[in-house]
């Protein structure tokens, strides 16, 4: 079952008085860009989460990469916060490429709940269909979820540098800043060894949607080895994209390294490549 949701079927939906809807917009340069548009203007029924307080744990400086991901109490308070249930149905939509939206689909994902898709194209698809905006911030009731998380689906820094060989790692940063060139957010350039470089955003069109299954399935063959595979990117945000991408193709997306690239250089004797 695909977890891409268009806007006109998220359209249909918006009566059902179990949907969430949660607002992931955010600005890496700009942090509080994603709050002010959350504040002129989001989709009826959206709560606004931030990625770097609902979606990580707290930076610490030389030995957290620059999203953390989150403890377990804060992954339950999480979901008690945006009221979940067992029979909740989740939406997830950010400005428009997933990378954020991803990011809460994989979180909720990982603490064991399942009815969580992403609105394909963002918020400009749902305005492109619909006059449907708001500015109210709805009232939430806490909720009754306790989180299974997946602990598999991670993988730390450690188990990872002893095993390179033994894993297909895919890099979802941009191609320069996997080579090495224009690295302008983390201090050191480079990449993990033996990382192949498969930047998210080829997994979206040039309006910001999902290639279809397909394709995406096309992609990641081209790139994979028969070995279990190894997402990252900068901060473990974008990684996500790519570990979507490969489930929405029907492959096994393996793990998530969610310290990613700004975690692995806190440690000088880690192996870089360039």
């Known amino acids: 079952m695909s977890s891409v949701i268009s806007a006109t079927q998220l359209e249909k939906q918006l009566p059902d008085p179990k949907l969430i809807i949660l607002d992931c917009r955010y600005n890496l340069a ?16 959206a709560q606004f989460i931030h990625p ?27 979901v008690e916060k945006i009221g979940l249930n067992p029979d909740s149905q989740v939406v997830c939509y950010d400005a428009s490429n ?30 492109n269909i619909t006059n449907q905006v708001s500015r109210d911030i709805p009232p939430v009731a806490a909720g009754h979820f306790t989180i299974k998380p997946r602990t598999d689906w991670l993988i730390e820094a ?13 890099d979802a940063r941009a191609n320069d800043r996997y ?12 990449h993990i060894p033996t990382a192949l470089s498969a930047p998210f955003a080829f997994n979206i069109d040039d309006q910001g949607f999902f290639l279809p299954p397909g394709q995406l399935r096309q992609r990641f063959q081209k790139l994979a080895n028969e070995k279990p595979v190894v997402h990252y990117c900068g901060s473990g945000i974008t990684a ?8 929405e193709a029907g492959l096994n997306p393996g793990k998530l390294y969610s310290g990613s690239w700004s975690h692995w250089i806190t440690n000088p004797t880690r192996p870089i490549e360039r």
């Open 158 to 170: 450690d188990s990872l540098n002893d095993q390179l060989e033994n894993y297909c790692i895919f």
């Open 98 to 127: 997933g990378a954020i939206a991803v990011r809460a689909w994989w979180t909720l994902k990982y603490c064991g709940f399942d009815n969580v898709s992403v609105l394909d194209g963002g918020y400009p698809a749902w305005c």
């Open 52 to 78: 770097d307080t609902d979606l990580s744990s707290k930076v610490i400086p030389g030995e957290t990469g620059r999203h953390p991901f989150p403890s377990e109490q804060q992954l339950q308070a999480l």
């Open 179 to 190: 080579q090495g060139k224009n690295e302008t957010i983390d201090p050191v350039a480079g």
């Open 240 to 247: 996500c994209h790519n570990w979507f991408a490969m489930h």
């Open 30 to 45: 700009n942090p509080n860009e994603g709050i002010v548009l959350y504040s002129s203007g989001h989709i009826p029924k």
